[in-house]
């Protein structure tokens, strides 16, 4: 299965279309919940991960962060042409049955001007401290494929999308 069939999108960057379905609403909801993710890049053979607060807009399908211009990922996602990341978020619990998490992938693009405003808003309307943070460039994550897992119900019941 390809992950990502190229099509244009209107905030300029191109990546398969999802946009006739979204993922199971469980999965939106749980995505909205949390708010920390862990990404990870590799750039000419080097790996770096780091974590990050997140806003996640389900029509769109896109997880927004903010990060200092000068930090280690955002030096090498800009040198990156199409980047693509991975990640997770999960509920930490010590109890098997309880652990619930996502696993991603994403194209990555840097926040536009034309686009700042409006993601920014977004942004700040579930963290508002970020206002006290200027200088922060927004990251846009457009989500290609996610595995929901979510032991509550059935241990290992996984939840694959897009289908």
Do not use: C
């Not at 909205?32 to 862990?38: F, G, L, S």
């Not at 990404?39 to 996640?56: C, I, K, M, P, V």
């Not at 807009?57 to 980047?83: F, G, K, V, W, Y």
């Not at 977004?122 to 963290?127: C, E, T």
């Amino acid at each position: 299965m390809a992950l990502f069939k190229k099509r244009e999108v209107k905030r300029g960057i191109e990546v398969e279309d999802h946009s006739l379905h979204l993922p199971a609403k469980r999965v939106v909801q749980f995505l909205e919940r949390e708010h920390i993710a862990t990404f990870t890049l590799q750039f000419e053979g080097e790996l770096w991960s780091w974590h990050a607060f997140y806003r996640y807009l389900p029509q769109e399908n896109l997880l927004i962060t903010l990060s200092t211009p000068d930090s280690r990922h955002a030096t090498l996602l800009a040198q990156m042409e199409s980047p693509i990341v991975s990640g997770g978020i999960s509920v930490k619990s010590r109890v098997v049955k309880k652990i619930r998490g996502v696993q991603f992938l994403a194209v990555a693009e840097r926040g536009s001007q034309e686009t700042f405003s409006r993601y920014r808003s977004k942004y700040l309307s579930r963290f508002p401290q970020a206002v006290l943070y200027p200088k922060g460039e927004l990251w846009l994550f457009t989500l290609n494929y996610i595995k929901y897992s979510d032991n509550r119900f059935k241990f290992g019941e996984k939840y694959i999308w897009p289908l």
